[in-house]
């Protein structure tokens, strides 16, 4: 089994679309370990995409993320990370294919509904980001 974190993005919380993405990764096989509704700062936005913070898109990126809540998932499934990035598709809705979640419901390349981890090292450190160990539920036990 492996875990990703995915984020419901400030977008995908104004658009009321919280309810139908999250159906979406149950009907592909997704198990929720843990879930959370925060509202990100500057400084919080910031560490989060600290990859980037060089690109030049990165101011755009924080203030778009604090904009508005959003909602940090873990989800498990085998293969979880390619799966979960199947399912929402490229980064752009342009390019995204048919039927992907960002196709589906994303607006711009920025305010693209839903965050994914891109590797085993970033969902790692990602889920650590918005969760302690107690909090994933197999963990409560
Ligand atoms: P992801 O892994 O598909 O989310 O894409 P990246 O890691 O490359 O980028 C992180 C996030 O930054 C994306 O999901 C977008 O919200 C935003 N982003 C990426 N590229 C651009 C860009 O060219 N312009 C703007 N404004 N935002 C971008």
Redesign the pocket.
């Known amino acids: 089994m492996q875990r990703t974190l995915a984020i419901l993005?400030p977008d995908c919380v104004r658009k009321n679309l919280i309810g139908k993405v999250i159906k979406r990764f149950e009907a592909e096989g997704f198990k929720i370990v843990a879930m959370k509704l925060v509202k990100l700062n500057s400084k919080t936005a910031g560490e989060f995409?600290a990859?980037?913070k060089e690109?030049?898109?990165f101011y755009?990126?924080v203030s778009?993320?604090t904009s508005g809540p959003c909602v940090p998932i873990v989800l498990e499934k085998e293969n979880a990370i390619e799966d979960y990035?199947k399912v929402?598709g490229?980064?752009?809705p342009a390019e995204a294919d048919k039927g992907t979640v960002r196709k589906m419901y994303a607006d711009?390349?920025?305010?693209?509904i839903c965050?994914?981890s891109?590797a085993p090292e970033t969902a790692a450190f990602e889920i650590g980001y918005f969760f302690s160990g107690k909090e994933l539920v197999e963990n409560m036990e």
């Open positions: 993005k995409y990859v980037h690109r030049p898109f755009d990126l778009f993320m990035r929402i490229a980064t752009d711009s390349k920025e305010q693209n965050h994914g891109d």
